[in-house]
Every structure is written in C-alpha cells, then in structure tokens.
C-alpha cells in the first residue's frame, strides 16, 4: 500500500504525494480579522519552502507528520503584530487541474458526514446538488450555519470528514480531522465551476494577542478501503483526543418515546417497578428525560407532575436494584426561562442580541445559547450538575449541545467556540466525576470526544418510519423518525468503541401508541442490535405484550461486536449490515427501505454453508428471500463443518456470532457441548447440523431440553433454562 506524503513547498503550495498518480498542490489561506477591522483573507503566496510563511500580520507553519501510510498535517500560527488579532479560518485547498479525482463530479462518490448527533450522514454522488431546510430552526438544530460553506450551491458540505471515491474499485480517499480543541472543522467539494477540495477549519473570530501562537488542529489524509480509512480515522482521533470508551454499552430505559413532555413522576415508578420484575432485561439506568422542568434553563424547579422533588424519584429507582439518569440541555435556555430573564449576560450575543439556537415545537419557545466562556455560567453549570448528583443521578443525557458553540460575542474573546464549548463539557464532567455515566445527544462530532462515555450518533427515533412533510420542511436534516435514525446508525459504525459507545437511541417495541408495523419494529431491533451499541427501552412498559417483550429480550444485553455495512460508500442507504464473528461465522442484516416487498439474493452462493433467519427460527431454504415493506432479516450464515454444530439459535441476534452461545463437538463422549451465557431469554431453539447418517440421541436429552424436530443432517432442539447454562447433546453416529 503506498503512503500519502508531503514532498515540501513549491511555488507556495503544499504539495503531497500519494493522493493520486500526480502529487497534489495544496494552497494555503488564512482568514483574520484585525481587531475591530474588516475581514482580511490571505491567500499565502510566498509559503517557503521550509512550509513557513510570514506576513507583517503572521506567522504559519505548516507541520506536516507521518502515521503510517497516512499523512497528518497540522499547523503553528504566531501573530506577528502588536494588535490583537480575531483569527477566522484556516483553509487548505486542492484544485481539480492538480488532482484528477476531483474533475468529474459524476463519477465521485462522496461521504458526507453531519456535523452533530442528529445530522444525516451517508455516501452520495459527487454531482450532488446541497438540500437545505425550509424552516431556519431545523437548519439550526442540525448544521453548522455559521460556516461560510453553509447556504453554497456550488458543493456539498462534510462535517469533521469525509472519503472521496473515483471508481467503485478503486481505493477511497479520506479526509479527516483528529483533533477538535480549537478549531472546528469542514470538508467541502466544490462540485460546479472549476471543482475543487477545501479542508477548512473554523475559528470562530478567536483573539490572539501579540506574539501569541497557536497549534492544530491536525489533518488526516490517507488512502485505502473506505472501511479500513474510517477505523483508521477514528482511532487515530481517539488517541489524539483522549476517547473514552466505557468497557460495555449500557442498557436503559428512557421516559421519552412514550411520554415525551407529558412524562409524570408515577410514569417512572411504574416502569422501574415493572423492569424490577424483569431482572432478565439486564437494564441498569432509568433515565427521565424531558418534561420533569418548568422552563428549559430551569433544571432544579420543578413542575406540578414532579412537585414531590426528584429525590423521592431516584430513591423509587435506586432501592429496585437501578441507576438513575436525568436528561437536561445544559447549553442554552428557552426565553421564558427565570435564567433568561435573571442573567441575560451569561448569554451568547451578537451586537447586543441573543443568539437563536432554534424553536423547539414541543416547547413552544424560541431557545438562545449560553456563554461557555462566562465564569459565572461554568460556576452555574457545576452547580446545576453537583445538585443532580446530590438528587442522585449516576447518569446524564445532555443534549441540544450544539448551543454551545455557534458564533457570537463571548465573555472571553480569545476564547474560540469549540473551546468554551469544550471549558462547558469539561465543567460538567469535573462536576459529575469520572465515574457517572454522560451521554453526548445534539453535540458536535468531533468536538465531543474525550468527554462524553456514550453518543447520541443518529436523529431521534420515532413511533412512525418517517414523515413526507416534516421530510420536506426539513429537507437535508434528522427529523424525528425511524428510517433515518436506521441508516445514520449504519453509517457511524465506525464511531462505535473508537470514540466512545454509540447510542443509536431507543428500541420500540410496543404495540400500543405507534404506526410502526411489525416489519419495521423487525428492521429496529435487528439494525440497532447489530450496532453493538447502548440499547434503551422506551415504551410504557406494563403495557407491552409478553411477544413484544421477548423480542427485546432477543437484542439484549448488546453484543461486543460491531456490524457495519457492506458498501458504506456505494449506496446512500445502506441495503446491509454485517457482523463478522470467529470461524467464519457472520450475521447478515438485510434492509429494504422501499414500500413494497422486495427480492434479495443471498449474499454468498449456496451449497457453501447455511443460512438461518433469526427471526423466524428457520434455515433459509431458497437462495433468494422476500423482505416486506420497511422490514429486515437477520441472517446468521455458518459455514459447512464436518462434526456436529450450532448453526442457529433464537436465543440472542448476536451471541451465536459473538460467541456468547458457543459450541464444541467432544470425541470421547459423542456429545456436542453447547454454552450460553449473558442472553437475556430463557427459552429458545437450537438448530444443530449433523453429518450424514448422525442422529441426536433422543433418549439422552438434558432437563430443559426438548427434541423439536429431527430430519436427516439436521436436528432441532427447544431449551428452557436461564443463562448462563451449558449443557452436552448425546450424539448416535451411523
Ligand atoms: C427531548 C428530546 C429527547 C431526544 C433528543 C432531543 O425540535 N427539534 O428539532 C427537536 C430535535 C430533537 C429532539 C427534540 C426536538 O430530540 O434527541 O432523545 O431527549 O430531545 O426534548
């Protein structure tokens, strides 16, 4: 595999060698603003050739390092002035004339990746046309609206990184940025006009005093496998920015998908008395989310449903065996707020205005953002989170996070946004200490990193599989609804254990109180049990049926693997998730985004080992499978053995492949051994391949088991015990 290197300057360009069959040049520009004086923006022609370039204004350096095959390229800027001096952006920008893969739109393939947890992320084509939302506050609570791409035309805009493509066989090109301290950064390909590649990063209008220097942040360019970029990507961020990667992914319950605003404090007695009843579920935390504050700002003062106070609320949760958690958006306030109308100062502003961070139709208020880099806000803010431990909560969503960061007048200027935004996130984890769970929701990608334990990595989940107007008022962004949350939890696979736990939101399975058909409750419980990542309940649990029950209890407790799509970059939904596991074993997801059933091959050509649908507890017969509307199927292919095996069970979506439901075949005594442990169903079917001529001994079955069903070369058995077991099948050979 050959390298992306820098070869030095020449003709005040950056030029790096590996991107291409030609080295690529790079231009170079600054934007500042002299103090109080008009933007400057500063293309640096005369970069010498030791990758330095001096003005009367500045200093840059451009530090290129090697990591492996990928280049790392980061700089050191020094204000040579004796003014102060706002710097705005920093830009690197490759033309097509130097880098062939960008001169024709139409044969790109580009991933596009949102810049927050609720921002779509997908692969699409490179001649793509930008879709902007109708409604201002949807842009406002998906986008980073203050960048100088956002509105463009001309090119589409990825947040944090993004991978180019030529051909479908060719190898990708990423670019992405591993830190996130200061800077805020964007890829943008400019795909009308003379097409070009811009990595640029944002800084806000950050104050740097005389003489004052500053590093970073550093830009990833490799070339590879698209999936093989991305997990390079993340890890290489992940030790850049110190990640924390708790050792599982927790499991919950969550008041919001069932009760939203109208959640009481009785609402979560009930749920945690009846999740006591179900010690099987493995759940851990009961987290209230919003609805328990008068005012969005006004965490402590309750409303009339939680007027008994919060603590009697976490004792109810703590006495049943459970963590509790609290959902607050710490980063701005709605304007009917006491905090709004008691300290409008600790309130971003631009000339003298509050800055809009959107309208949140649940709320019918207008939201503005703090300012993270006030004093008395950070004392606020550990404040706030000191009294919610003292309440008793071991964990905490926070969310709407985004507000922390937009652009505006701060209290410390030379302060840039994503460092108050991370002086913010760094108040509340000294508050809560490292032990207690926070979970990122509405935050900034990369910004986030190294503070949060778990993120929110897709748009909210809903009881409905999408909207056409909300779609269409929204256009561009993550509203609310299943079918988007599903592929932006495919998409972030890579984020999963690199970067912290994902959250792909919560798992429905009600039957009561929602438009999901029985298909696409299928899709949700096989795509986001296949991601590995946290799984919370969200429905009012007494009322969910004992089938409904036990399909979550299928997905639960998660698995330690990570499946991910097989084509991230060739289609904008993906059609498949895979989970590879030992021995060849794999689960399959298959999706069919369409309104109406379709026909799909499977994935590898019969005959070489066998197919079994999870959700339907059979071997896959045919070499093709329907999938109905919205609907998925998870299949767990075993390849052919020589002694007996497991080749399925309906225990667990992912233990056969993870290893949790294991199997061995014992010489000595005929038998096949099979363990089981951290499932949550008790009861289950297991289907065991025999060779020719071999039979399960009937006669010798183990209590809890029962012969289902036997048929020469295969045998199937239904097991009645609570994990872990492990138990040995008595084996007749021919
Ligand atoms: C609580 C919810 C839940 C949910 C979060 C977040 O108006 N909006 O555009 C909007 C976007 C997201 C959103 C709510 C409203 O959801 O993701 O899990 O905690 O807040 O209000």
Request: glycine share 10%.
């Amino acid at each position: 595999m050959s390298s992306v290197t820098s070869l030095g300057v020449q003709q005040g360009c950056l030029r790096v060698q590996g991107l291409g069959r030609e080295p690529v040049a790079w231009r170079v520009i600054v934007e500042t603003r002299a103090d109080g004086g008009a933007q400057r923006c500063e293309p640096l022609r005369n970069l010498e050739s030791d990758g330095c370039f001096r003005s009367e204004l500045l200093e840059l350096q451009l530090l290129p390092r090697q990591d492996g095959p990928a280049l790392e390229l980061g700089w050191r800027l020094t204000n040579r002035s004796a003014q102060p001096l706002a710097l705005v952006g920093v830009t690197l920008e490759a033309s097509a004339e130097a880098w062939p893969l960008l001169r024709d739109p139409s044969r790109l393939r580009l991933f596009q990746h949102g810049y927050q947890s609720w921002t779509p992320s997908a692969s699409l084509r490179g001649d793509g046309s930008p879709s902007y939302p109708l409604l201002s506050s949807f842009a406002l609570m998906n986008h980073f609206v203050d960048s100088p791409f956002w509105g463009r035309k001309d090119g589409l805009i990825s947040s944090l990184l993004t991978l180019l493509q030529g051909e479908p066989d060719e190898r990708a090109v990423l670019l992405g940025f591993t830190t996130q301290r200061v800077g805020l950064g964007e890829l943008f390909y400019r795909n009308k006009g003379q097409p070009a590649l811009l990595a640029r990063l944002d800084y806000g209008g950050k104050l740097l005093g005389p003489g004052e220097r500053l590093e970073g942040e550093w830009l990833r360019l490799e070339r590879g496998t698209s999936d093989g970029l991305l997990q390079a990507w993340a890890a290489a961020t992940a030790s850049a920015m110190g990640a924390r990667v708790p050792p599982s992914s927790p499991v919950g319950w969550c008041s919001w998908y069932e009760y939203y605003t109208r959640v009481k404090a009785e609402d979560l007695q009930s749920n945690t008395d009846f999740l006591a009843e179900h010690p099987e579920l493995g759940v851990a935390f009961v987290q209230l989310d919003d609805g328990y504050q008068p005012h969005v700002g006004d965490w402590l003062a309750l409303n009339d449903k939680f007027a008994g106070g919060l603590d009697g609320l976490t004792r109810h949760i703590r006495d049943r065996g459970f963590k509790a958690g609290i959902w607050t958006a710490p980063f701005f306030a709605s304007a009917g707020s006491s905090l709004y109308a008691e300290h409008r100062e600790w309130f971003l502003h631009d000339g003298g205005r509050p800055v809009a961070t959107g309208f949140n139709p649940e709320w019918r208020a207008r939201t503005f953002g703090l300012d993270l880099s006030h004093p008395e806000v950070l004392s606020w803010l550990r404040e706030l989170f000191l009294g919610l431990v003292e309440r008793g909560f071991d964990y905490h969503k926070i969310d709407f996070l985004f507000a922390g960061l937009r652009h505006g007048q701060r209290y410390d200027p030379s302060l840039s946004p994503v460092e108050a935004y991370r002086l913010g996130l760094a108040t509340i984890r000294d508050a809560i200490g490292p032990d207690r769970f926070l979970l990122g929701c509405g935050a900034p990608i990369g910004a986030s990193v190294g503070a949060v334990d778990g993120m929110r990595v897709s748009q909210d989940v809903k009881e409905q599989w999408d909207s056409r107007l909300v779609a269409w008022l929204g256009k561009g962004c993550g509203y609310p609804a299943a079918r988007g949350a599903l592929r932006t939890n495919m998409t972030r696979w890579f984020m999963h254990r690199a970067l912290w736990v994902n959250d792909p939101d919560c798992l429905l399975v009600r039957e009561h109180n929602t438009s999901l058909t029985a298909a696409e409750t299928q899709t949700l419980l096989s795509v986001l049990g296949a991601t590995g990542g946290m799984l919370f309940l969200s429905d009012d649990m007494p009322r969910v049926s004992a089938e409904r029950l036990d399909l979550a209890a299928a997905v639960l407790p998660p698995s330690v693997l990570v499946g991910r799509p097989s084509c991230t970059m060739s289609e904008s939904y993906p059609q498949d998730m895979v989970v590879l596991g030992e021995r060849g074993q794999r689960l399959v997801v298959l999706v069919n985004w369409l309104d109406h059933p379709v026909q799909r091959s499977l994935p590898m050509e019969a005959g070489e080992g066998t197919w079994f649908d999870f959700w339907a507890g059979a071997l896959v017969q045919a070499d093709a499978v329907e999938i109905p509307p919205h609907g998925a199927l998870a299949l767990r292919y075993a390849p052919r053995a020589q002694e007996p095996c497991v080749i399925g069970d309906t225990f667990n979506l992912m233990a056969g492949v993870d290893g949790r439901l294991r199997c061995s075949f014992d010489q000595a005594t005929d038998s096949l051994v099979v363990s089981c442990r951290d499932v949550a169903r008790s009861a289950g079917d297991l289907l065991v391949s025999l060779p020719e001529g071999w039979r399960l001994d009937s006669g010798a079955l183990p209590d809890g088991v029962a012969l289902r069903d036997q048929r020469p070369g295969a045998a199937s058995v239904e097991i009645r015990r609570p994990a872990p077991w492990s138990l040995a099948l008595r084996v007749c050979r021919p």
